[in-house]
């Protein structure tokens, strides 16, 4: 058994896997005891094998992951970073590891499932998005803020406009808090059909659309465009690369 874990800005998530992937569990960082909840858990099961980490999380998380393991006396994690090529997946950027490994590994899910030629966006804290052709080659992506930093820049950008906060997301707003949010959901929704519209161009072909990250749900209902949920793809990516590695 193996210990996979993907440690987003916002949230851990972790799945213990052999041949298939196991339950996948997620926690907040913001929640108290976050990480020291995980001891408990953790240790009613026997070491892994091996530890694989996806990591796109401030150093303090990943310090804490890496003190955890290393007090369970478990395998230290090997931190994942992009290489140029895994399987038949090759990396567009000049400088691989420069790519997030959270994108990477969303990719390496895809191909892995048959799902390219595919755009995947992820829908977190930031909004990614990602051109994959049919035989694995990575045509790039582009980097967005997501919804709650394009939220807090417009309030840093212009102090005067109150704060948004949660609420419906209708797009002729009749109030500045609805009018603030509607625009950076449509803004986040064109953005990825506008993504879409330009791979298909490229490829020529129609791309399947593949939407993961928290605010993933939220996002598809504003989509035109036919698309696909593509939960917990970075667990899947990781999975997929423990495969390969054998």
Not at 18 to 34: E, F, I, N, Q
Not at 136 to 149: F, T, V, W
């Amino acid at each position: 058994m193996n210990l996979l874990l993907d440690l987003g800005n916002s949230r851990l998530k972790w799945a213990f896997a052999d041949d298939k992937l196991g339950t996948v569990h997620s926690r907040a960082w913001a929640v108290p005891g976050a990480v020291d909840g995980l001891r408990a858990e953790w240790n009613c099961s026997a070491p892994p094998a091996r530890v694989l980490v996806a990591s796109v999380a401030p150093p303090s998380c990943r310090e804490r992951i890496a003190g955890l393991l290393a007090q369970l006396a478990w395998p230290q994690g090997e931190w994942l970073r992009s290489p140029a090529r895994m399987g038949r997946l090759r990396n567009a950027y000049s400088v691989p590891a420069d790519l997030g490994i959270d994108r990477f590994l969303a990719m390496l899910a895809a191909l892995d499932e048959n799902q390219a030629p595919c755009v995947i966006a992820s829908c977190g804290t930031a909004l990614t998005l990602d051109a994959l052709q049919a035989d694995g080659r990575h045509l790039g992506g582009q980097i967005a803020p997501g919804i709650q930093a394009m939220l807090t820049g417009l309030g840093r950008a212009a102090p005067g406009l109150p704060d948004p906060g949660p609420g419906t997301c209708d797009a002729f707003a009749h109030a500045t808090s609805d009018a603030m949010r509607a625009g950076v959901w449509q803004a986040s929704a064109a953005a990825i059909e506008r993504f879409a519209d330009l791979a298909a161009q490229r490829m020529q072909v129609m791309p399947r659309l593949l939407l993961c990250g928290g605010n993933a749900a939220a996002t598809a209902s504003l989509l035109r465009r036919t698309h696909e949920p593509f939960e917990h793809a970075v667990l899947r990516g990781l999975h997929a690369w423990l495969r390969l590695l054998g």
